[in-house]
Each structure stands twice: as structure tokens, then as C-alpha cells.
């Protein structure tokens, strides 16, 4: 059971951060004038952020699981700073692009504003679930 927890686990760490790097590509077309083209590829940029956090649910759950099977505690060091930085991400997820976007179609900023501030936050994203990445994989004994 251990391995297909793992398995599961491993799965949903690579659809969880995977996507974003699809969305620069979309993020480079997004400078088109054309309004409906636009807002195609901001639906593609929410269906990504919808896969990345259901993906993030199977992610926690899964290594739940994992700790509760394996031999780590809760206060080990790396087990800490991973729960720090995947709530730092959760919050930072809420707050990073979909307020955005509401903000672009209420007309409070651009179409330029928009693209930099997702490319922005696409890249400190990606940052935070690489750190926790390496905490996962490293497991470095911090204290």
C-alpha cells in the first residue's frame, strides 16, 4: 500500500507544479489585442490553476498518508518547513490569480498589467513548490 500511496503522491507533486510551465507559452500569446483570443487563454489559465489545486488535494492527502505509514515525525525539521511552505503556497495560490482576473474584467487593470503580474506570480509559484520540493526529496535535518 505504501508504494501506491507513494506512487499517488510522487503523481500529484509533478500535476501539481507541471502545469505552470505550460502557461508561458500562453502567457506570450495572451499580448494579442484581439479581446476573445484573450479570453481563451485566460480560460486556459484557470483550467491550469484548477488542475495544479486539485492535484495539491491528492498531494496533502496522499502525504498524510505517507507520514502516518512511514517512520517520520511531525516535528522533524523538513516535514516542518514543507507544512510552512505549502500553506505559504495555498495562500499565495488564493490570492495570486483569480483576484487578478477579476480585476482585469472589472477594468482595474489591463491587459498588460495582467500579463505581468501572472508571469510574476506563475514564477514565485513555481519557486515555492520547488522548495517543497527539495524539503520532500532532500528531507534536510534543519534543527
Do not use: C
Request: charged share 15%; proline share 3%.
Amino acid at each position: 500500500m505504501y508504494t501506491f500511496i507513494l506512487f499517488a503522491h510522487v503523481i500529484s507533486a509533478i500535476l501539481s507544479i507541471g502545469p505552470f510551465f505550460v502557461l508561458f507559452p500562453v502567457l506570450n500569446r495572451m499580448k494579442e489585442k484581439n479581446r476573445d483570443v484573450l479570453d481563451s487563454h485566460i480560460e486556459v489559465f484557470q483550467a491550469a490553476i484548477r488542475i495544479v489545486k486539485h492535484a495539491g488535494h491528492v498531494l496533502v492527502t496522499s502525504g498524510i498518508l505517507l507520514m502516518w505509514q512511514g517512520n517520520w515525525s511531525w516535528s522533524t525539521s523538513w516535514v516542518v518547513m514543507t507544512i510552512v511552505v505549502m500553506i505559504s503556497s495555498i495562500v499565495f495560490l488564493a490570492k495570486a490569480f483569480k483576484p487578478k482576473i477579476r480585476q482585469f474584467y472589472a477594468g482595474e487593470i489591463d491587459s498588460y498589467a495582467l500579463i505581468f503580474i501572472l508571469r510574476r506570480s506563475v514564477w514565485k509559484y513555481i519557486f515555492l513548490l520547488l522548495m517543497m520540493l527539495w524539503f520532500m526529496v532532500a528531507k534536510p535535518n534543519l534543527w
